[in-house]
């Protein structure tokens, strides 16, 4: 007996000891990269010469972050390229595939770029990388606006939520409702890709959670906090829009 129970304390040492390396790696990036080039609230982690375009991108995506009410500009970021080294590899394989992964104050893009850096190719797609890098920004001003505990997945919000006001903001041009609502009765399949106004793109499942979203802040008038936690599912949200008269 006493010899199971220290075999089981050490397994589970063991498995504390690589969990807690795990995610001392991943919450250590510059550890993987060759240069770290600040620039405004990011610091820009990369093992190749970085495009001149690249900072006026930082420029844009900034200027679009400037809208949400959880901006923060003493906040600084890193933002981990795909550019040959291993950690975005490492990313992928511990998180899955995406296109920009952001947690804590940490972004890691998951696709290459293009012919220009203003696009980046991902499932088989040319994405507007100021779009999806700005999306990723809100994703990490929501992990400082709640904490580690209360921003998700930990923290549980509704995925609409949080995916919604991401897309929201992250959109230069905002689509039109009616447009949204319609697009989302549409029967598609959950990851077909949408195309919306100024080359920006989604995905049809974020359809109904962007509509909702723009719908509450716009509509309804909510600020973050009473969006966040208002008990309205998305079906009731949506139902809304359905018998809206703007």
Excluded at 39 to 63: C, G, M, R, W
Excluded at 100 to 107: D, E, L, N, T, Y
Excluded at 153 to 180: F, M, R
Excluded at 205 to 219: M, R, S, Y
Aim: hydrophobic share 40%; proline share 4%.
């Amino acid at each position: 007996m006493k010899k199971i129970k220290r075999g089981l304390i050490i397994t589970l040492l063991g498995a504390t000891l690589l969990l807690g390396g795990t995610i001392l790696l991943i919450l250590s990036p510059s550890c993987f990269y060759q240069h770290a080039t600040p620039y405004k609230q990011l610091v820009i982690l990369h093992n190749q010469a970085l495009a001149p375009e690249l900072f006026s991108i930082i420029d844009t995506s900034l200027a679009v972050l400037a809208q949400s009410e959880l901006h923060d500009p003493s906040l600084s970021f890193y933002w981990c390229l795909a550019d040959g080294g291993v950690y975005a590899d490492l990313i992928e394989t511990l998180l899955g595939p995406d296109t920009f992964r952001a947690f804590s104050r940490i972004i890691v893009s998951q696709g290459a770029f293009e012919s220009s850096v203003d696009l980046f190719r991902k499932f088989d797609q040319s994405l507007s990388t100021r779009q999806f890098l700005t999306h990723a920004l809100v994703h990490n001003l929501q992990f400082a606006h709640h904490g580690f505990w209360d921003a998700n997945p930990l923290g549980g919000h509704p995925k609409w939520k949080w995916e919604g006001y991401a897309e929201y903001i992250s959109l230069v041009q905002k689509p039109d409702l009616t447009t949204l609502f319609a697009i989302s009765a549409d029967e598609k399949e959950t990851y077909h890709w949408i195309s919306l106004e100024n080359g920006q793109k989604t995905i049809y499942k974020h359809i109904p959670f962007l509509a909702a979203t723009q719908f509450c802040l716009e509509e309804k008038h909510m600020k973050y906090e009473d969006f966040m936690r208002d008990t309205v599912s998305l079906e009731g949200v949506l139902a809304e829009i359905s018998s809206f008269q703007p």
